[in-house]
């Protein structure tokens, strides 16, 4: 036997990441955008029956909901995989979540600025279930755009939660959102084991 076959080969390590946000606030396509494989998506046909519970009037063009969540999958290098969970927007699917989030090491919750309140139930849920986080201001067309620290102080986020600008229609954009949220998980490692 050669010495390279007797080498062992590097343990995979998985990462599960959650996408998270508001309706119609892109998180299927922030999945869709980076995913090596052909994302898992359970999406629904809107119906009626949102009339008056989805509010449509800034995804006008939207004819589908994720009912469940998306999910794909990027590998960075021969020990590292990432997952990545989408969930649904709506808060009538919100039981879903826990199941979701199970085992997540970080989630980035993508914001619209014409719809920031959608974004609460999100941060809340993080901070509540004490999974670290980052915040994507997604760039979608003719939304008004802010400065980033007039964005933290509306969504009243603590000054260690990274809050970026991202397209999730971007493949780099997106690629950067998800470097700043695996930077800020490897910041806090390194806080807890009081490693400068």
Known sequence: MHATQMQAKPKIVPVKFVIAGGFGVGKTTFVGAISEIAPLRTEAAMTSFSAGVDDTSHVGQ???TTV???FGRITVDETLVMYLFGTPGQERFGFMWDDICTGALGSVVLVDTRRIDQCFPAIDYFEAKQI?????VNAFDGAPRFPIDEVREALGVAG???VVECDARAKD????????LLESLVAQARAKEGVV
């Open 62 to 64: 939207k004819t589908t």
């Open 160 to 162: 260690h939660v990274p």
């Open 173 to 180: 954009s997106v690629k950067g959102a998800l470097i700043t």
């Open 68 to 70: 469940a969540m998306d």
């Open 132 to 136: 670290p986080f980052v915040v994507g």
